[in-house]
């Protein structure tokens, strides 16, 4: 069970019904749950969707794209049945808010999904939990019980004459299949291959038909939205970039946790004082701001507004909101090659780039690290990253290149302090032994 | 058919151009000369966007974008050679050079490599790579094909064309990321077709042939293009051949030239059955038996007694007593002139050969109803296509390719009517199954004897599904229509005379390379070339000049009648196994004079007096005749010194024998024989005409054993034969219909129609001394279907 | 082959969830893992008829994710994360130390009673609670070497009940 942490900046939106044992629907509906839904039966498609454009609610997934915009979309008629499917294949290392959620609050997520179906006019809603998961999976399988017993899901939700299904699915473990494509792909039973775009899921998607996919936190924002009015909530952020998210502060933190504050808060605030400062009294090196795949910003970059405009203009992401805290004790080295490990891990080896560039920076890094690197490595690491970025076929490439080119480009000096040989300076060493290195 | 999309306006590289709107643009650069290179993409198959070599800059756009998934949008303008996309090409080179082997140079695939020429020409020549190559073991995953990891850059070009081109899905892809890894359906091996188009569609030398692996460089060998002489379909295969001890020997064949018919489909017959050319067992010399034992002979030996014991017997017991068989597997010109020999040098009429069709009749029905036979191409443009009888996966693989694809790639429809659940169904529009034995019964309910239904229940289908189909097909207009050896004589023609009326277009499946060559060239006791009955042999005559015998002859099981009854004393077998395929008692043969041409001691070789060992397909030149009637030239590729092709040696035969071979063969005569000046001032062009026949496996029409003669005397005889000859021998495929030269009617046998049943791994003769194709069938593992996904 | 009657309300309830049978390959696929201890060559083959696959398809997608598996695992899977977070906190001293602890090789084999296995696994969504692990299904994080030790010791005993 994930451990719950509060702090007074907090603005609890997504979290107000943390710890309240919501994921029980009686204590749910006490807490004002399911009225968000009727309330969208009565408004009509149009209305909500301009509710949520209002609300400025942008994907927490981790680009960031304004919600309404992508539910309009949608194509008002479809010969193929039009579908909502709920991404929670939560796995951005460095994020775990979705599991909160999930834990917490599910009933917000099945009404979110809810009133997303009936902003596109779709009958269909699936809620896709990643593998790992199980615990959150069988809550959401009992949740979805509840609802249908009370009789909110199924036919004539609510007497509205509105039918509208929803159904769990479970993933098996794949980072990739977070990628919205690549999610359809996995639904269907297949590889977590990403598809070839356009045409967008909007108006082809799940089994051909129009499809809304949304981030599980993006949709547990919505039934808030819907009761408090898209104009508050898009008041709680900065502009543009409506409401609160969930930070999951993470590594050299004193207080780590998953905590909700307004869009636009600033960064070295969020650690130095809701994560309580570095840990062990060391000092702050740099910090991974958005999850494992946008570049890292050093400590003296970190006087920013956490929104998505303000991070992009600082040079890197707000991403999924997974900040991960580094420390001056930590080797960049080590930790941009346990970054690629797992992007040569997760890669779903489609294109080559994204298969080839990950394992040869992979097996650079694994060599440079050890002691093995050489001067031309440098620039081959960051002339390999630039020539993926952007050429990939879907942003896992991307997920790969931008981190390691930020390393290089911001770290250079500890990547020369690892050449020729040298030890790595932040761990104890024995004598290094003789490297597999081709003839060059 | 809907309206033709409407152009749109692109600027490439400075050039303007227009392209019809949803073109890949790829594809659009293609027909304005603009190369953009890709390893993934491959036309008619899926798009994938994997490689990411066709990186191409679009205005507008932030980010490079694949030309191959990318369709032309109007007023696009696209650069191909920006510095951005210049440098993109050469890094993804890098990349995917990272891991590979660079074992050219043991690599079969080396100097015919896409990666290779990609390198070479889009520069990656440095290699920033040190660490430690990925390496996995090659694996054999059938007798002829093998798979080295390493080398594969991941390209999905084999599944694709497993799974979508050829509906087998036995390759798929496992595990992920750089452990990604083209996996067969039985985990460390394949059940499949063997087709081996993965291997000739693999850009790299990751998947090779079993039969040519590590055998040679592609640079030491010609490469011919040439006919298949396996089955009716007409595949152009394209024959490798290299210098050995005893002539040229033939190292590989593949689908290199994709200008066939055929286009990318080669079968496992066309890729890897050449090999029964080089078995030990193979005749090489004339052979003689004397005292109950065949001896070895010199062909002057050989043909002396031939030609004296032929002559001996038309003196002694008049040309009634000879009887001649020809073959499905020798040219057309080997045909025609097999069946000018019996009757002009022999005299008589008795002629026949195995017949695996009834095209007798088939020739009647289309010529009755004013019809028109279907080409093997139309077969893939067919807005709808009727397939009766046969199974093509098994009998007839590159129609059953058209079909396939034709249904994958242009939603054509398509009904099947059979006695069993054949592999097409899963493309068939409505599939009707029938009881076995039924498909004359199934045309009579087609033709309206709505009575006919009730005897065609009992295998599943109901009157309500015979109606629809029934209906349906009535609706279709230009519908190709297809039926197998279980529809023979009037059936024929009822079939015909259904469909004709919507402009139908029809093809009767007949075995073997040129089984419908045979009938054509007109191998029957009772017909003339082009199937004209002998009340139309004036124009014969004519052409002959020579008088074609009255008495109609004896076909084949009379022939071996006549001999057990001791009245026929001489047979001639040309490159045919009767007494295998109608399953005749060979002892009958004992006491006629029997000579046989052959590559192999066949059942029916056994019995002979004479065995004179003959080239087959690959080592000669002359025309093949579909099934659909396509004419195909063949070219020379392989050599055997001391084999002789069926042409030469009838020509030598009836030389000896004392007949002018001027009369046989017109050499030297006639419009497209003319070879001009051999000297003086037209000389020169006599001589490029000469070399450019001679470098396309081709004689000069100067000598007795130049089949381009005969072809022309062909051409000239039967009017649907008279079709381009640069076309054909520039490579090409003609149509030839089925025109009749008169409306006699024509006799028909159906009793005499013997399938030869061959499966997708067996080819009557050749196939037994195949031995990559008995391998394949002892691997392969019996029956069961595999699903589609 | 047999599933257990769970296992095959499962699957009837799975398939109406969706409009094509495949669908619900992953999530079954995972489902009959928990029951069998891995995907045997039988389950396989069982599941692509079911759902109207070639085996080879489902083994191409059994390949692709990374918690099914073709091989049997410990009863009891320890799977410790050592992406950044968890290495930040010390996630593969953690690993290292399971390792030991339980004399099995990372990422193959199974322990000598065939109680545990012991694999690295990526980020497993436990970021601020670093550094983590999963036995089997369940979450175990702020983890310590003491209370691995601990952690490891209830299930030894789970196990021996």
Redesign the interface.
């Known amino acids: 069970m994930a451990y719950l942490v509060s702090h007074p900046d907090e603005v609890k939106v997504i979290s107000s019904r943390f710890g309240k044992g919501a994921a029980d629907i009686d204590r749910y509906l006490e807490l004002d749950g399911y009225k968000a839904v009727q309330m969208a039966l009565q408004m009509g498609s149009e209305a909500v969707i301009n509710e949520v454009k209002a609300s400025n609610l942008r994907g927490r997934g981790g680009a960031g794209f304004p919600t309404g915009m992508k539910w309009s979309f949608v194509p008002k008629e479809s010969a193929k049945p039009k579908y909502v499917l709920c991404n929670g294949d939560e796995s951005e290392p460095g994020t775990c808010k979705d599991r909160l959620i999930f834990e917490h609050d599910p009933h917000a997520v099945i009404e979110g999904a809810m009133i997303a179906a009936i902003a596109v006019n779709a009958h269909k809603a699936y809620i896709y939990i990643r593998g790992e998961y199980r615990y959150l999976l069988e809550i959401m399988q009992k949740s979805i019980a509840d609802v249908y017993a009370r009789g909110f899901a199924g036919k004539n939700i609510f007497g509205s004459g509105y039918d509208l299904d929803v159904y769990w699915h479970g993933g098996a473990g794949?980072y990739?299949v977070g990628e919205e494509s690549a999610l359809m792909e996995s639904l269907e039973g297949k590889?977590g291959v990403p598809r070839?775009r356009p045409p967008f899921p909007a108006v082809v998607g799940l089994w051909g038909g129009p499809t809304v996919i949304n981030n599980a936190e993006t949709l547990a924002s919505v039934p808030h939205i819907i009761m408090m009015g898209g104009q508050k909530y898009a008041d709680i952020g900065t502009p543009k970039n409506g409401g609160t998210r969930l930070f999951c502060l993470s590594g050299h933190l004193e207080k780590p946790g998953v905590y909700e504050l307004p869009m636009g808060y600033n960064l070295k605030k969020m650690i130095y004082e809701v994560g309580g400062g570095i840990s062990n009294g060391r000092k702050l090196k740099a910090v991974v701001p958005g999850g494992s795949s946008t570049p890292v910003l050093t400590a003296d970059e970190i006087d920013i507004a956490m929104d998505f405009d303000s991070v992009a203009k600082a040079g890197s992401m707000l991403g999924s909101g997974g900040v991960v805290v580094i420390d001056d004790a930590t080797c960049i080295v080590k930790f941009a090659l346990r970054t690629m490990q797992f992007y040569?891990?997760?890669?779903?080896?489609?294109?080559?780039?994204c298969?080839?560039?990950?394992?040869?920076l992979n097996?650079?890094l694994t060599?440079f690290h050890a002691g093995g690197g050489?001067a031309?490595d440098i620039d081959?690491i960051r002339?390999?990253a630039e020539?993926?970025l952007?050429?990939?076929?879907c942003p896992l490439g991307d997920a790969a290149a931008m981190p390691t080119i930020g390393f290089v480009k911001k770290f250079r000096e500890e990547f020369e302090a690892h050449l020729e040989g040298k030890p790595c300076p932040f761990e104890k060493h024995g004598a290094i032994s003789q490297l597999?290195?081709?003839?060059? | 058919m809907a309206d033709a999309p409407k152009l749109v306006n692109i600027t490439v590289n400075g050039k303007k151009t227009t392209a019809p709107a949803g073109t890949l643009l790829i594809e659009a650069c293609k027909q304005i000369g603009i190369e953009v290179p890709s390893f993934c993409y491959y036309p008619g198959l899926s798009?994938?966007?994997?490689?990411?070599?066709c990186?191409v800059e679009i205005e507008k756009m932030?980010?490079?974008q694949t030309a191959c998934?990318t369709p032309v949008a109007e007023g696009m303008v696209v650069n191909t050679e920006s510095e951005k996309v210049v440098?993109?090409r050469k890094?993804?080179l890098?990349?995917?050079l990272?891991?590979h082997p660079l074992d050219c140079p043991v690599c079969d695939a080396g100097g015919e490599c896409e990666l290779q020429d990609m390198t070479y020409t889009y520069g990656a020549a440095e290699?920033?790579?040190?660490?430690?190559?990925?390496h996995r073991d090659e694996q054999q995953w059938s007798p002829v094909v093998f798979f080295d990891r390493p080398r594969c850059?991941?390209c999905y070009r084999c599944v694709r064309v497993c799974g979508e081109g050829m509906d087998v899905?036995?390759?798929?892809?496992?595990?992920?990321?750089?452990?990604?890894v083209i996996?067969?359906?039985k985990?460390d091996h394949l059940e499949c077709e063997e087709c081996g188009m993965c291997i000739d569609i693999c850009p790299v030398g990751a998947l090779t042939s079993g039969s040519y692996r590590y055998k040679t460089r592609p640079w030491e060998m010609n490469h011919v293009g040439t006919v298949c002489t396996h089955c009716g379909d007409g595949c152009l295969t394209t024959v490798g051949v290299r210098r050995s001890d005893t002539g040229m020997e033939i190292v590989r064949c593949d689908n290199r030239d994709k200008s066939g018919i055929n286009g990318d489909f080669l079968c496992v017959k066309g890729r890897y059955a050449f090999d029964f050319a080089a078995n030990q067992e193979r005749i090489t010399q004339p052979l003689i038996k004397r005292d109950g034992k065949f001896v070895p002979a010199t062909w002057t030996q050989a043909i002396e007694l031939v030609a004296d014991k032929f002559k001996q017997v038309v003196q002694k017991d008049g040309p009634q007593a000879i009887g001649v068989i020809g073959s499905n597997r020798t040219t057309n010109e080997e045909n025609y002139l097999l069946q000018k020999f019996a009757r002009l040098v022999l005299g008589t009429n008795n002629i026949d050969h195995h017949r695996t069709a009834d095209f007798p009749a088939f020739a009647k029905a289309i010529s009755e109803n004013k019809a028109r036979t279907a080409s093997m191409r139309d077969v893939f443009e067919a807005p709808a296509v009727l397939l009766i009888g046969n199974d093509p996966t098994e009998q007839h693989p590159l129609l059953a390719w058209q079909i396939r694809n034709n249904v994958r790639l242009h939603r054509s429809k398509f009904y099947i009517v059979n006695s069993q659940a054949i592999k097409l169904r899963r493309q068939a529009t409505q599939f009707v199954q029938i009881p076995t034995g039924a498909e004359a019964r199934f045309v009579d309910f087609l033709s309206g004897n709505d009575a006919a239904a009730g005897t065609l229940t009992q295998a599943g289908a109901s009157n309500e599904n015979l109606s629809q189909l029934r209906d349906a097909l009535k609706g279709e207009q230009n519908l190709v229509v297809i039926f197998g050896s279980e529809l023979r004589g009037a059936d024929i023609s009822a079939l015909v005379k259904f469909a004709a009326p919507q402009n139908a277009k029809f093809i009767c499946l007949g075995d073997y390379a040129n089984s419908r060559g045979a009938a054509d060239m007109g191998l029957f006791p009772d017909l003339l070339p082009g199937y004209a009955t002998f009340a139309g042999a004036a124009r014969y005559q004519q052409e002959w000049g020579a008088d074609v015998p009255a008495l109609v002859g004896m076909d084949l099981k009379q022939m071996f009648g006549a001999a057990r009854d001791g009245k026929l004393k001489a047979l001639y077998v040309v490159g045919s196994n009767p007494v295998s395929r109608y399953a005749l008692d060979p002892f009958v043969l004992q006491a006629p004079f029997v000579v046989v041409q052959d590559m192999f001691m066949t059942e029916t070789a056994i019995a002979a007096d004479v065995i004179l060992p003959a080239a087959f397909a690959y080592e000669k030149s002359g025309t093949f005749t579909s099934t659909c009637g396509d004419l195909q030239m063949l070219r020379k590729a392989g050599d055997v010194v001391s084999v002789k092709s069926d042409f030469e040696i009838v020509v030598r035969i009836a030389e000896k024998m004392g007949y002018d071979v001027r009369k046989l063969v017109p050499f030297g005569k006639g419009l497209r024989a003319d070879m001009g000046q051999s000297r003086g001032a037209q000389s020169g062009e006599a001589d490029r005409h000469s070399v450019w026949l001679q470098a396309r496996g081709l004689e000069p029409k100067v000598s007795p054993f130049d089949p381009l003669a005969t072809l022309d005397e062909i051409q000239r005889l039967i009017p649907g034969y008279d079709v381009s000859q640069i076309n054909l021998v520039s490579g090409n495929d003609e149509h030839t219909q089925l025109v009749q030269i008169q409306n006699a009617s024509i006799p028909s046998h159906p009793e005499l129609v013997v399938p030869s049943n061959d499966t997708l791994f067996t080819s009557g003769t050749l196939g037994r001394y195949s031995t990559v194709l008995n391998s394949v069938m002892e691997r392969r593992a019996t029956g069961k279907e595999?699903?589609a996904? | 082959m047999n599933f257990s009657d769970q296992l095959e309300a499962r699957f009837a309830d799975m398939l109406g969830h969706y409009p094509t049978k495949r669908s619900v390959l992953v999530p079954f696929l995972l489902y009959t893992q928990d029951e069998l201890g891995y995907l045997t060559d039988e389950a396989i083959e069982e599941i692509?008829q079911r759902l109207?696959?070639?085996?080879?398809?489902v083994?191409?997608v059994i390949?692709?994710y990374s918690m099914l598996r073709t091989r049997p695992a410990g009863k009891y899977n320890v799977q410790v994360c050592t992406n950044i977070c968890c290495l930040l906190r010390g996630g593969e001293e953690i690993l290292e130390h399971a390792r030991k602890k339980l004399g099995v090789a990372v990422n193959k084999g199974i322990s000598e009673d065939g109680v545990f296995s012991v694999e690295e696994v990526e980020c497993i969504g436990a970021c601020s609670w670093a550094p983590a692990m999963q036995v089997n299904y369940d979450f175990h994080e702020n983890l310590t070497e003491a209370k691995v030790d601990e952690i490891l010791e209830s299930y030894r005993k789970k196990a021996q009940q």
Not at chain 1, 390 to 393: A, K, M, Q, S, V
Not at chain 1, 436 to 440: D, L, T, Y
Not at chain 2, 47 to 53: D, K, N, T, V
């Open positions: 794949a990739e590889r070839i040569r891990h997760e890669s779903c080896g489609w294109c080559i780039p298969r080839e560039g990950t394992d040869w097996k650079t060599r050489l031309k081959n002339y390999l020539n993926m952007g050429r990939t076929f597999p290195v081709m003839s060059h | 798009l994938q966007g994997a490689c990411r070599m990186l932030p980010k490079l998934t440098q993109s890094a993804m890098e990349i995917v990272a891991n290699s920033k790579f040190i660490d430690i190559k990925s850059i991941l899905w036995a390759l798929g892809v496992q595990n992920r990321g750089q452990g990604s996996a067969p359906n985990q595999v699903a996904d | 692509a109207d696959l070639t085996a080879l398809e083994r191409n390949s692709y």
